[in-house]
């Protein structure tokens, strides 16, 4: 059973871009969340999906948005994109508030 | 908000030693994650808790739901199980906390 795949692994992007970056999770899984790692701040919750819609959503500015198709695929998206926006992009996929399985992040630099 | 502090936050030990990482939080959960991750950042679920103890070969962990603590054990520890060791929390509905709220981690060495 295939895991997690976020796409891309890596990603350079110059501020006051954007960017999506993408989540598969594992088949049969509807819920989907998204969180943000950074040396200062540790693992940080963005937003959570279930079944197409937005069930949760962290303590972010309106910059971070995101969305779930309804293969359960999410994508997340960054807009305007500032220097502290540098991080691990990780994803999680479960059955509905069960155990999360993780993909291996999107490591994005700002510069 | 759902405050989680997880000790100690850097551990060196002894191949071979038990090892306990603890893990406390400020509100009502509906569940608690033990997670591992690995240099690279890829993140791995150890164990998923609302109650009692859970164990899977040299992992055991137990959760404590009226003290607000819950301890994750690793015995006859081996090299490959250093990590960083990372708690996480689900708040009940209405306790303040959206999705998972984690802890700083517990960075794990076991030496040969």
């Known amino acids: 059973k295939a895991g997690v795949t976020q796409t891309p692994r890596y990603l350079i992007k110059t501020r006051g871009q954007q960017v999506t970056l993408s989540c598969s999770p594992i088949?049969?899984?509807?819920?989907v969340s998204w969180y943000q790692q950074t040396p200062g701040q540790g693992l940080q919750f963005l937003f959570e999906?279930?079944?197409?819609?937005?069930?949760n959503k962290g303590n972010f500015p309106g910059r971070f948005s995101g969305r779930q198709f309804s293969n359960s695929r999410s994508e997340m998206n960054v807009s305007t994109l500032e220097l502290g926006d540098s991080a691990l992009y990780l994803c999680?996929?479960?059955?509905?508030?069960?155990?999360?399985?993780f993909g291996q992040g999107t490591r994005l630099t700002v510069v | 908000k759902n405050e989680v502090e997880q000790s100690p936050q850097n551990l060196t030990a002894q191949e071979g030693e038990f090892i306990t990482i603890n893990c406390s939080y400020s509100?009502?959960?509906?569940?608690l994650h033990w997670l591992q991750q690995h240099p690279g950042g890829g993140i791995v679920s150890l164990f998923m808790?609302?109650?009692g103890k859970k164990k899977h070969g040299r992992l055991i962990a137990t959760i404590n739901i009226q003290e607000k603590h819950s301890s994750l054990h690793i015995t006859a520890s081996h090299p490959r199980d250093s990590a960083v060791y990372i708690c996480?929390?689900?708040?009940?509905?209405?306790?303040?906390?959206?999705?998972?709220?984690f802890g700083k981690g517990t960075h794990l060495i076991i030496q040969p």
């Open positions: 999680a996929s479960s059955l509905h508030l069960g155990e999360a399985f």
């Open positions: 088949s049969g899984h509807r819920s």
């Open positions: 999906y279930f079944s197409e819609t937005q069930r």
């Open positions: 509100v009502g959960i509906s569940a």
């Open positions: 808790l609302s109650s």
């Open positions: 996480a929390v689900r708040s009940k509905p209405g306790g303040g906390a959206d999705g998972l709220t």
